[in-house]
């Protein structure tokens, strides 16, 4: 198993940044797909950026241009770097790990308001 703890979230003004970590208990070298989700008051869970072991990245289209999602095996972290924050980007953002099963981190509010 694996256990995923997220920080990095806070408060924000429209237009600013803020990085994400996603600190994993184990090595995730291995680990075929990390990710990061959102769920924002009232929505459904939506994914926003995954990142294959080989390297490969894939974003939601609400999130190309402005987030960038990154891993370093070394660390066991994985990172969402997030710039031209809108009102909209607003909501608990989770680390997930596909590694035979999908494994949650409990997750990070973001908040982005001025």
């Known amino acids: 198993q694996v256990q995923l703890v997220e920080s990095g979230g806070g408060l924000v003004q429209p237009g600013g940044s803020l990085r994400l970590s996603c600190a994993a208990s184990r090595s995730i070298f291995s680990i075929n797909v990390m990710g990061w989700y959102r769920q924002a008051p009232g929505k459904q869970r939506e994914m926003v950026a995954r990142?294959?072991?080989?390297?490969?990245?894939n974003y939601a289209d609400f999130v190309k241009g402005r987030f960038t999602i990154s891993r370093d095996n070394a660390k066991n972290t994985v990172y969402l770097q997030m710039n031209s924050l809108k009102p909209e980007d607003t909501a608990v953002y989770y680390c997930?790990?596909?590694?035979?099963?999908?494994?949650w981190g409990k997750g990070t509010l973001v908040t982005v308001s001025s």
């Open positions: 997930n790990a596909l590694w035979g099963a999908n494994y």
């Open positions: 990142i294959r072991s080989n390297g490969s990245t």
